[in-house]
């Protein structure tokens, strides 16, 4: 190989080198918050694609950082988009899509809301008066004797 071309492949392999640096494993950071911007703690956190599962901190704060294939090697998190999925009881899920391009990506704080309880009457409402007949009831049958 000639000087040249020794200089040209080791700049080649020089810019795709810092080019997989920036847009190599991502890191996907965020906080949660409630409705008044207090942190929310256990609020479970997942992706489709499958990354990382995991829960938030006393102070909120969570950090996504790797995927675990199929054979259950843990492998860094590659760019794409991504749905993230925050669940905790008591309120509303949340989801959110976001473009990961490799580094670091934080995220604006994501604001969970008071799940509504869902009231469904317990009783039917009372039956209207209604004479009843012999049809309308049944005799038990007495068994072997």
């Given at each position: ?61 969570f950090a996504l ?6 054979q259950g090697e ?72």
């Amino acid at each position: 190989m000639n000087q040249r071309a020794s200089t040209s492949f080791i700049c080649i392999l020089g810019g795709a080198l810092l080019l997989s640096a920036c847009v190599g494993p991502a890191t996907i950071r965020g906080r949660v918050v409630d409705q008044t911007g207090a942190p929310i703690k256990g609020a479970a956190i997942e992706t489709i694609p499958p990354t990382d599962v995991v829960i938030t901190r006393a102070n909120g704060y969570f950090a996504l950082k790797q995927i675990l294939n199929d054979q259950g090697e843990s492998l860094p998190i590659p760019s794409g988009r991504y749905q993230l999925r925050i669940t905790k009881d008591g309120l509303e899920d949340l989801e959110r899509h976001i473009e990961v391009e490799g580094g670091d990506t934080t995220l604006a704080d994501s604001e969970m809301q008071e799940r509504k309880p869902e009231v469904k009457p317990t009783a039917p409402d009372a039956l209207p008066d209604r004479k009843v007949t012999a049809i309308d009831v049944s005799t038990p049958v007495g068994g072997g004797q």
